[in-house]
Structure formats: structure tokens, C-alpha cells
């Protein structure tokens, strides 16, 4: 994921395209609210100025009463419209989340594997979420940062109509000032004065985004450890931890503390940031008073009228109390930007590329043969190498076992095979064809895999095991007897249309984790593809029962190329071939019984978990998965 900008005017426009790109309306009619919500109070002031010209000169009195009219009129339509106009940014501001909600699931469906599982990326999102759950995210942005930055641009835009008012006011000649009014200082002077609040706020921004940004770490910790502590004491699963080890103690206090830290940092901070950006309100209320006194003059001498003082004041110290009501939260804004720009480095990350074209050869015979050929891989933002060097041939109709300890590298190679990722270094080949060659689809419908961090769906037990909503009664239920776990699923409440867990039926069931695991295995068998992997998915069975499963999948796979991945060696006794992983290289090839008689890891794996796999359980559990194989096979 790329390094988001650094520019503060890019990161606003970075975002700014976000919001325009899921609803176009949402930025122009957050404008059109702002213009309404600011023009009652412009309004107001105008319609003074303009009660004191008509009063000095001396307007009649239906006229007076047509301006009061009008007035009221502008008045209600400005107020209704501004109410309008409010409701419609709301309505829009809910539009642009539930768009970004479903452009971020649509785009995580289609990027990259690697993207996906970035470090960067998910670190990014955490910051969303963060920051989102902290002050708004998006929301607050559009609603308070967007409408607070138009309503200094449309200020700005009444204080130059103000400025060229004055400017162009001459006074006579013999009035106090004269010189100075019409002259060229004036101008410059009264530049001065609309520049010296916006100086004296940036320079305290600078200084109090320092003290705002460290408070503002401090308070994502604290939510972190807030979140931490509601869903730990929220999930009932760690009841009995709690209480067996009287913790309530122990996770109190340390909330407690927690608590007050934070408590203290957003205290500390906001009097610091306090600090500084009451100095810019100050110069607004000094500056107000020359304005006052610098324009009364010029009426004085005949330049403006008398009400156009009120008028100018009023709309200049409009325009400087807007500029400086924005910078005194812009370091809550530029802090939203940094978060949001997630998902402008996110919505421009390349969706999964289609390196090839080549469809994958129509086969009855299952004759695919792959092949690692001097394979090395790194993961993302990792300088360590997960695999090394590794040759490995995956003959046809075979029996592999890949074996190793935790993290030697068995699961990277199967995420290889998979082309989740592809190899830092070397080629992997399907019949001496360079996998990334094919289409993606097509090659990777080869696979039956089951990962041993599988995941299942809150759908139906035959949507979990077909994949689809359109599936096989009868090889759904052969699949669930091949995964031992049909007797189990026949006796639920409504069978295969039973449904996993509540999250979308209340009518769901919880399953254990053996039985998910099964039900996983049942998929993989489900799918009939020519190369079936189970990547360690047995690790919450103990080891027989794991053993009995691997022998009546692999009695009822056939000719198909097998691979069994594990760190347990149940998989081991019927394999033709057992390769030996460590430390991401490949140190042992063989068989059984050629690694037995040789000293090496393979050995020393087996023998420290040979009480579970002597002679008379591995036969009883081989004539076990025998039967169970010639029940399902009539």
C-alpha cells in the first residue's frame, strides 16, 4: 500500500475525490448548506445597514415597511432553505457512508491476495476505525471540516465585495485622515488587518496541532484499551478465566488506570491547545475595534454611508470570526484527513491481476503435475524468507505428506500453490507450464484445499459445504459422511438447511470446533478437484480421531493427487512420499520408511508422537475408515 500524501491541500483533495467519486452531489450541496446557513446572519446585518441609510435618509414610512417586509420575507426563505438544505447534506453525508461501506467490501473482494493481506494496509484501516469510533470520521468531516472550510470560502467572498466598498470611499479632503483614506496606504492597511488574524491563527495552529496530535495518540490508546476491555469482559467464553483466577481485580484496576490516564492526556491537551487558540480570538476582538474606528472615520469624512459601517464590520468580523472558528478545530480536520487518506491509497490499489490467458487442459485423467523449481518467497513487508531454495515435484495420482515443525514453511507453500502469492524467486509449473500463465480462475478450480485457518459461513450447512446456493443434496450429504460428521448434521433441527451460528438466523446453531473443521473438510471433498490439500485442518481433533479422518478421505479421492499437511505425523503412515520442512527449506525427501532409518528431523518428529500411531491402533483405525469407505462407496 502506497505512502499516502504528505501535503496537506493534496491530502484534503485526496478525500475530497473520495466523497465525489461514491456521490457527486455530496460536496456541492454541502456548499449550497453552508451558503444557507450563513446567509441569515449576512442577511441580518445587512438589512441594519440598510435601516440606518433609509433612516438617515428619511425614507417614508410604507417604504420602511416594504423594507422590513422584504426583509422578513428573505428572512423566512433563507431560515426554511438553510433548514432544507441541512437535511439534505445529512441525507447525502448517510449516502457517501453507505456507498464507502460498499465500495470498501466490493474492492476487498477483487484486490490482490498480497494486498489484502497487507501490514500496511490493515494497519491503515485500524487507524480508520480508530479515528472513526474517536471523532466521526466522515462523517464529522463532511458535516463539520467541509462546512466549516465553504463557509470561510463564501466569508471571503463577502469580505472582498466589503473591501472594494471601502477602497473605493473617498473622503473630502479637509476630513481627519484624508491622506490615509485616499491614499494607497488604505488599502494596504486594511489588508493588513484581514491578514494579521489569519497569520497569528496559523502560527498558533502550528503550535497547538504539536500538543493536539500527542494528545490525540494518547487517546487511540485509550480507545484501544477501552475496546480491549468491553469485548474481553463481553464475551462469555472468558467467564470462566475471570472467575477461577479472581481477575475482576486485576482487569479493573488496570482499566481504571488506563481511564484516568486518558482522562488526564485529554484535559492536558485541551487546555494546551486552549491556550493557543484563544490568541486568535483575542486579535479578532482587538482588530474589530479598529475596524470600527478606521471605517466610522471614513463615514465621518463622507466616503460611506453611516449604515455601510455597520455593514462592513459586521461582514468583515463575519469573515474573521468564521476563519477563525475553522482554525480553531483544523487540527481535528487535518486529523481526520490523515486517517481517511485509507481510503484513497485503498480505492487506488490494481484489483487481482489476470497475468494469464491460457485455459487449463480439460482432463478426465487428472494428469496435472506441478512443480517448484529452486522456489524462494518473502511475504510483504518482510525481509525474512519464509522459503528458501525449495525443488519440489508433485507427481500425478500422489500421496504427499508435508511435514515439519510450526513455521518451517509448510502453509507459504500452499499459499504458493494456490497463486495467493506468487514467488519472490523461481517458477512454479502445471505440466511444465509457468502457473502464472493460466487463468487465475481456471487454475485455482483445480484445488480442493482446506487451510487450517478455514473459515465457514453463517449460511446453511449445504451452502458451507458447496460453496453455492445451487448444490447437490446427495453428494453434500457423502461429503459430510466422508468428514464423519453426517450423523451430526442429520440430527440438527432443520439438517442441511440448518444455518452456523445466529449472526443471520436466529433458528442457527453453534458448532464445535472439530465439527467446523469437519464440515470444512466436507467442502474440500465437495468440490472434485483433481488436486485435493488439507493444510493441517484436523488440529482441534485429537490425533486418532484425525488419523481416521485423513484414511477415509484419502480412501475416497481416488486417483487424484493428494497433499496432507501437518505437524502431527497421522498423515504420514499412508503417504506414498513425506518431504520435511524446516526453517522454510526442504531438508528431508522419502518415504516412511526410508526416513525412519535414517537419523534426521522426520524421525525425531515421529518418535516424540509414536504412543499415538503404534501398529494395533493404526490397523484398527485402517480397518475402521476401510468400512466407513465400503458404507459410503454402496
Not at 480508530?130 to 470560502?153: I, K, Q, Y
Not at 484496576?253 to 480570538?281: E, F
Request: glycine share 8%; proline share 3%; hydrophobic share 45%.
Amino acid at each position: 500500500m502506497k505512502k499516502p500524501n504528505t501535503n496537506l491541500v493534496r491530502r484534503y483533495l485526496a478525500v475530497a475525490k473520495v466523497v465525489a467519486d461514491v456521490d457527486p452531489a455530496a460536496l456541492p450541496i454541502e456548499f449550497a448548506a453552508a451558503l444557507l446557513a450563513i446567509a441569515v446572519p449576512y442577511l441580518n446585518i445587512a438589512f441594519l445597514g440598510g435601516l440606518l441609510i433609509a433612516l438617515a435618509d428619511h425614507w417614508a414610512t410604507p417604504a420602511l415597511l416594504s423594507l422590513l417586509g422584504g426583509f422578513l420575507t428573505a428572512r423566512f426563505v433563507l431560515t426554511a432553505g438553510a433548514a432544507w438544505g441541512k437535511k439534505l447534506a445529512a441525507d447525502h453525508t448517510e449516502l457517501v457512508n453507505e456507498r464507502l461501506d460498499a465500495k470498501t467490501t466490493s474492492k476487498l473482494l477483487t484486490i490482490s491476495y498480497p494486498d489484502f493481506q497487507s501490514a500496511s494496509m490493515r494497519e491503515a484501516y485500524e487507524g480508520v476505525r480508530r479515528g472513526t469510533a474517536m471523532n466521526g470520521g466522515m462523517t464529522s468531516l463532511l458535516e463539520n471540516g467541509f462546512h466549516d472550510l465553504f463557509s470561510v470560502v463564501i466569508a471571503a467572498g463577502f469580505a472582498v465585495g466589503v473591501f472594494v466598498t471601502l477602497v473605493r470611499g473617498h473622503v473630502r479632503a479637509t476630513a481627519l485622515a484624508a491622506g490615509l483614506f485616499n491614499g494607497p496606504g488604505y488599502p494596504l492597511l486594511m489588508v493588513g488587518l484581514l491578514v494579521v488574524p489569519l497569520v497569528i491563527g496559523a502560527w498558533a495552529v502550528r503550535h497547538a496541532n504539536v500538543r493536539q496530535a500527542a494528545m490525540i495518540q494518547q487517546i487511540i490508546r485509550g480507545n484501544r484499551a477501552f475496546t480491549y476491555f468491553s469485548s474481553f469482559v463481553e464475551d462469555f467464553l472468558h467467564g470462566p478465566l475471570i472467575r477461577l483466577y479472581r481477575a475482576d481485580e486485576l482487569i479493573l484496576a488496570i482499566q481504571r488506570d488506563a481511564t484516568k490516564a486518558s482522562n488526564d492526556n485529554y484535559w492536558y491537551g485541551q487546555l494546551g491547545y486552549l491556550h493557543y487558540t484563544l490568541i486568535p480570538n483575542i486579535a479578532v476582538n482587538l482588530l474589530v475595534g479598529v475596524l470600527y474606528l478606521l471605517i466610522g472615520l471614513q463615514a465621518l469624512g463622507g466616503g460611506i454611508a453611516i449604515g455601510t459601517v455597520l455593514v462592513a464590520v459586521g461582514y468583515l468580523q463575519q469573515f474573521m470570526t468564521t476563519v477563525n472558528a475553522f482554525i480553531s478545530d483544523v487540527g481535528w480536520y487535518n486529523n481526520m484527513v490523515d486517517y481517511l487518506q485509507y481510503y484513497s491509497t485503498f480505492f487506488a490499489l490494481p484489483d487481482a491481476t489476470q497475468s494469464g490467458h491460457l485455459p487449463v487442459e480439460k482432463r478426465t485423467d487428472n494428469e496435472f503435475a506441478i512443480r517448484f523449481e529452486d522456489v524462494s518467497f518473502k511475504y510483504p513487508d518482510s525481509d525474512t524468507w519464509a522459503l528458501r531454495h525449495v525443488t519440489l515435484t508433485l507427481h500425478v495420482g500422489e500421496r504427499l505428506a508435508v511435514v515439519g515443525p510450526n513455521g518451517s514453511g509448510k502453509t507459504t507453500l500452499i499459499m504458493l500453490l494456490c497463486r495467493l502469492y506468487r514467488p519472490t524467486e523461481g517458477v512454479i509449473t502445471l505440466n511444465d507450464i509457468n502457473i502464472d500463465k493460466y487463468n487465475e480462475a481456471e487454475y485455482q478450480s483445480l484445488l480442493g484445499v482446506v487451510f487450517q485457518d478455514f473459515r465457514l459461513f453463517a449460511y446453511s450447512i449445504a451452502e458451507n459445504v458447496a460453496a453455492s446456493a445451487d448444490y447437490d443434496e446427495a453428494r453434500v450429504w457423502e461429503a459430510l459422511a466422508v468428514a464423519d460428521v453426517k450423523d451430526r448434521v442429520a440430527a440438527m433441527p432443520r439438517g442441511l438447511e440448518t444455518p452456523i451460528t445466529q449472526a443471520l438466523d436466529a433458528t442457527g446453531i453453534d458448532i464445535s470446533g472439530g465439527e467446523a473443521q469437519k464440515i470444512a473438510i466436507a467442502r474440500a471433498w465437495y468440490k472434485d478437484a483433481p488436486i485435493v490439500i488439507l493444510d493441517e485442518p484436523t488440529a482441534a481433533l485429537d490425533p486418532l480421531s484425525e488419523y481416521a479422518i485423513y484414511q477415509r478421505f484419502d480412501a475416497l479421492i481416488g486417483a487424484k493427487t493428494a497433499v496432507y499437511i501437518s505437524h502431527r505425523m497421522s498423515s504420514t503412515r499412508f503417504a506414498q512420499r513425506i518431504v520435511v520442512f524446516d526453517h522454510g527449506q526442504l531438508v528431508q525427501d522419502g518415504t516412511h520408511d526410508t526416513l525412519m532409518a535414517a537419523p534426521g528431523l522426520y524421525r525425531d518428529l515421529f518418535n516424540a508422537q509414536a504412543q499415538y500411531y503404534t501398529e494395533d491402533q493404526v490397523a484398527t483405525e485402517r480397518a475402521t475408515a476401510s468400512a466407513a469407505a465400503d458404507t459410503i462407496a454402496e
